[in-house]
């Protein structure tokens, strides 16, 4: 039988088991609050900005995973649009969702940056036009380009043109990379995105879905 808090108390070995008990409370507590990113925002929304690095940070706070952005899709597949704004070259070669509309926010360029040791990419002016042309202010999207750096620059792009339920996929199509110089898979985009998270992608094109700069 457990015994009363006043009894267990008056003992040394009693004080140390309420202790302990109020200590796994505590920590299975804040784990909970872990698993569960925190508070929710408008319409389901995690409000785990803060917890994202800068560049993956939108004006509108709606955050989903590659795998919360796949179960939304599912759930509403005739609501819900998936948009990949990465270039069409990643869109074929890298593959994609396969109910994914390719409209690329940037462009690659070819002039070589010896700052930033890369080829940069290119802000395509037209991205918004585009993106209306198929859908609407109030229409659910959800955007995702390589690992979500591009695609907090299309979220906050549309958020100003007057889309309301634009969610960024953080982790994007291909994922963070891996950060172990102990591993042959350091540096490698292996950690989580759409790819390494188990859902269905393909190579397959389907034209009708590009909205490709200068068309349409």
Partial sequence: MFKPRAVLTRSPVGRQALLAFALVTALGLAAISNAEGGASGPAGAQTAGPQLPAEKQTTLGLYVTAKEAYEKWKTAPDKAMILDVRTPEEYLFVGHA???????????????????????????????????????????????????????????????????????????????????????????????????????????????????????
């Fill in 98 to 216: 396969d109910m994914a509309w390719n409209i690329p926010v940037a462009a690659q360029s070819y002039q070589w940056d010896a700052t930033k040791k890369q080829f940069p990419l290119r802000l395509l002016p037209d991205f918004v036009a585009r993106v209306s042309k198929v859908a609407k202010p109030d229409d659910l999207l959800l955007v995702m380009c390589r690992s979500g750096g591009r695609s907090a620059i299309a979220v906050n792009s549309l958020a100003k043109a007057g889309f309301k339920h634009v969610y960024q996929i953080t982790d994007g199509m291909e994922g963070d990379a891996v950060k172990d110089p102990n591993s042959v898979f350091d540096g490698q985009r292996l950690v989580n995105g759409w790819k390494n998270s188990g859902l269905p992608w393909t190579y397959r094109i389907d034209p009708n879905r590009m909205v490709l700069p200068g068309e349409r």
